[in-house]
């Protein structure tokens, strides 16, 4: 493990009922941006939005896919990039729910549900959802959430942890929706949703990162002012999407915000679109870059690229979460009736229905679908990784390596390439392939947080033969899958073996180190975690 547990797991039961009281108290503290600041560390903050992406993966509660996440969290520091607090820490995530909503946690956390996704129409629209709750944590929101006496209830976010943690232990198979849409409906009926005055200024600050990083500033407006048209006259607001109880709007503060992104795109007229260094100029350039022609290849044109065509990136991850969070039968069967249709006949519908046969166990028909795809688009890494993820399905798995091994080698730090790659040879079955896999993940461990990572480096260190690792890399799994008391387990008996030698007993006995403080603590507290349902000393 390379950091100590967050001590704040602690939290999920004790810290729901401290934080309502000290809301009510009205408890003034010094000021860091926020006097409620002081009720939260930093360092507790980004602890507790772990804690709760961590429970949340437990529960399944989360689209868990390499290729997913890395563009989610792409496009997520593309925006902090543009905005006035980019060296924070943030992380962005898929919440596996149907209901159109997203939220900030404590910590720089950003979930956006699935279902919000499904119904944007641009990458602008998405990034506009992003923009204005990166809105909400730089402008210290959550904090002022604290300090607003009328507001009985914690955050979002604490509200959301303690009903995963209560839900925890119950082990029902279907549990983990009902936890989810439980916790958010607790929030509603508490208002706990920004002030008129919170949502305004995360719109301003979210327009302006828009703008800055390059996006249509007009579509968080639109966006917006969609989702309220739902409410048509005589609905009961039970039909209104989520996002809309959680972030009200008014067409004032719509009409507010459209003012803004057309002042930005005024102020933004007269600036140049393209790069402005011509090529005879770059060629006399005292740091010229030997294998680069033309400047103007170093930045793509986003304009060129046909909306729903086979490179735009937006539209086929959008389908991927469509079908990575819904029953890929159900969507296959879906895809193939509208498919007839022209209008519905688009790159991103095909590309939805490959990756829905691929999960229904239908390879080569899979594989069919793409193919086609990437005679306009061969160098797309997202479509050449689905035909690989296809013939894997379908069997071929020397094929599936052969497009492994080139993406590898052209993007080796893309890391959903790196874990298709060594997944696939370690499914060889050969000791010497299981090593290549495990040597190529290994590098990725000191910047994940993925329990996938982890197992799958420990699947391949066991095929290659090297056990001890493979048992460590198990217990680092169980740890970042939210059950600290199987890690501690795993680590002990993997110190009772006697062909340790004194690096590998160094490491294990430092990992048992750095569990054991929490580990008391939660049985002091009687937290309920995954393997630990009654919150007892085990």
Not at 2 to 22: I, Q
Not at 206 to 231: K, S, V
Not at 371 to 393: G, N
């Amino acid at each position: 493990m390379r950091t100590p547990l967050p001590r704040l797991a602690l939290l999920a039961a004790s810290t729901l009922a401290t934080f309502a009281v000290g809301a009510q108290d009205n408890v003034r503290l010094p000021d860091l941006g926020s006097s409620a600041a002081g009720l939260l560390s930093p360092r507790e903050a980004n602890e507790y939005g772990d804690q709760m992406l961590r429970q949340m993966h437990t529960l399944g509660l989360t689209v868990d896919d390499a290729l997913v996440d890395q563009y989610i969290n792409d496009l997520g520091f593309r925006l902090v990039a543009a905005s006035d607090r980019p060296k924070d820490h943030f992380q962005f995530f898929i919440v596996n729910d149907s209901q159109i909503n997203a939220f900030a946690a404590p910590g720089g956390y950003i979930g956006v549900n699935a279902g919000l996704i499904d119904i944007t129409t641009s990458e602008s629209e998405l990034a506009g959802v992003i923009a204005h709750e990166i809105g909400h944590i730089t402008q210290n929101h959550l904090y002022r959430a604290f300090e607003d006496s009328k507001k009985n209830a914690p955050l979002m976010a604490l509200v959301l942890l303690g009903a995963i943690a209560a839900g925890a232990g119950g082990g029902a198979g279907d549990a983990a929706p009902a936890v989810l849409m439980g916790g958010q409906g607790l929030i509603m009926q508490r208002q706990i949703n920004f002030t008129r005055k919170d949502e305004i200024e995360a719109d301003r600050v979210g327009i302006q990162t828009l703008a800055n990083a390059g996006y249509d500033p007009e579509a968080m407006a639109e966006f917006f002012g969609r989702m309220q048209d739902t409410l048509r006259v005589g609905e009961d607001e039970e039909a209104a999407p989520s996002l809309l109880l959680t972030h009200p709007v008014t067409l004032e503060r719509i009409s507010d915000a459209k003012g803004r992104a057309r002042a930005i795109e005024q102020r933004n007229a007269g600036k140049p679109r393209q790069p402005t260094l011509d090529k005879a100029t770059w060629e006399k350039s005292t740091a010229p870059v030997l294998f680069v022609k033309d400047n103007t290849q170093l930045a793509p044109n986003r304009s060129k690229i046909v909306p729903d065509s086979a490179a735009d990136t937006y539209a086929l991850m959008r389908e991927r979460i469509r079908v990575l969070s819904s029953d890929p039968r159900k969507l296959a069967d879906i895809y193939a009736t509208n498919l007839k249709r022209k209008d519905f006949d688009t790159a991103a519908n095909r590309y939805g229905y490959a990756i829905a046969l691929i999960r229904s166990g239908h390879g080569m028909q899979a594989a069919e679908q793409i193919q086609p795809l990437l005679v306009s688009q061969p160098a797309s890494v997202v479509l050449r990784l689905a035909l690989a993820d296809a013939y894997v399905e379908a069997g071929r798995h020397g094929d599936a390596m052969a497009i492994y091994k080139i993406l590898h080698d052209n993007s080796p730090r893309n890391g959903a390439v790196t874990l298709g790659y060594a997944r696939a040879l370690t499914d060889t079955g050969r000791a010497d392939e299981a090593r290549v896999a495990a040597t190529l993940l290994k590098p990725m461990l000191d910047d994940s947080e993925d329990p996938e990572i982890f197992r799958t480096f420990a699947r391949a260190s066991e095929r290659s033969g090297d056990s001890v690792r493979a048992a460590e890399a198990y217990a680092d799994s169980a740890y970042l899958a939210g059950r600290p008391f199987d890690a501690m387990e795993q680590l002990r008996r993997l110190l009772k073996r006697d062909d340790l030698d004194y690096y590998q007993r160094s490491r294990i006995q430092a990992r048992i180190s750095d569990l054991t403080p929490l580990l008391l603590e939660l049985r002091k507290k009687r937290v309920t975690t995954d393997d630990n349902p009654d919150g007892r000393s085990q």
